[in-house]
């Protein structure tokens, strides 16, 4: 999907379209209760998909509702092509574990397996009596990578 070919309603700004190579992600505030505008946005989006011959699976679409009043009211289910898309309480954007409750621990337990994974090759490598430039190489490259991939996020 081309950038500028799948566009937002002119009338709707509490919503965004996200796009990265084949993912689409529709961002929707909704306030009062309200949320028309959301429904009519995804609306448009499988219309528009259906247009142009690309075919959504429901089965991989994922909304996450993120909510902090002390009393969640119940949300009627988004349908696509007649089929309920299940509600998540954390989903993985572009590598990102997102939560419904924005904390970053599942995200953070994901980096630490990851890095930890590593971090056994550059023992291995040590005790291989490599030397501390290739060990250096090694941990910015594979770990130190990882460890900071979501700082601008975080900080």
């Not at 379209?17 to 429904?39: H, P």
């Not at 247009?51 to 429901?58: A, G, K, R, T, W």
Request: a positive charge; one cysteine or more; glycine letters at 2%.
């Amino acid at each position: 999907m081309w950038r500028g070919q799948c566009k937002m309603a002119d009338w709707i700004t509490t919503n965004h379209i996200v796009k990265f190579a084949d993912n689409t992600t529709v961002v929707g505030l909704i306030r009062d209760d309200n949320d028309q505008d959301y429904r009519e946005e995804v609306e448009q989006l499988v219309g528009w998909c259906r247009d142009n011959s690309l075919i959504l699976n429901v089965e991989k679409t994922k909304e996450i509702i993120v909510d902090f009043r002390k009393s969640r009211p119940h949300h009627a289910p988004l349908l696509i092509n007649n089929s309920a898309v299940e509600v998540v309480s954390s989903t993985k954007f572009l590598g990102v574990y997102i939560m419904d409750n924005l904390t970053w621990t599942v995200n953070t337990t994901s980096l630490v397996k990851r890095a930890q994974k590593r971090l056994y090759f550059l023992r291995r490598m040590r005790r291989a009596h490599l030397t501390p430039p290739i060990l250096t190489t090694f941990y910015r490259s594979t770990i130190e990578s990882i460890l900071t991939s979501c700082l601008s996020v975080c900080c």
